[in-house]
Nanobody, 124 residues
């Protein structure tokens, strides 16, 4: 059984940083792509960052490019999202997900297992 357990969300102020973690069990993260999505009530889930199975290629949404960094620790089988210079518009529930294949997809349908989500709230 595959489980993804997220942690690290919280309430911060504009300009602060947070690091989200996604600990995986039942699935080796390095065998597929993985990504971080976020969702605001009433809106579709959007891809924020993704990493290819090799860990060498990454993708970032334009809105977070230069501020967020996705990484993976294969010894801990854990995915991370380092979020710097946070803005109020980054407020959302953040989800980690494992890809159906080795290359990342920009749509939720391209991912098969999901974490429970962690709330990130950035106050102005």
């Amino acid at each position: 059984q595959v489980q993804l357990v997220e942690s690290g969300g919280g309430l911060v102020q504009t300009g602060d940083s947070l690091r989200l973690s996604c600990a995986a069990s039942g699935r080796t993260l390095s065998t597929s792509a993985a990504g971080w999505f976020r969702q605001v009530p009433g809106q579709e889930r959007e891809l924020v960052a993704a990493i290819m199975w090799t860990g060498q290629s990454t993708y970032y949404a334009d809105s977070v490019k230069g501020r967020f960094t996705i990484s993976r620790d294969d010894t801990k089988n854990t995915l991370y999202l380092q979020m710097n210079t946070l803005r109020p518009e980054d407020t959302a529930v953040y989800y980690c997900a494992t890809g159906r294949g080795r290359y990342y997809s920009s749509v939720p349908a391209g991912y098969d297992y999901w974490g429970q989500g962690t709330q990130v709230t950035v106050s102005s």
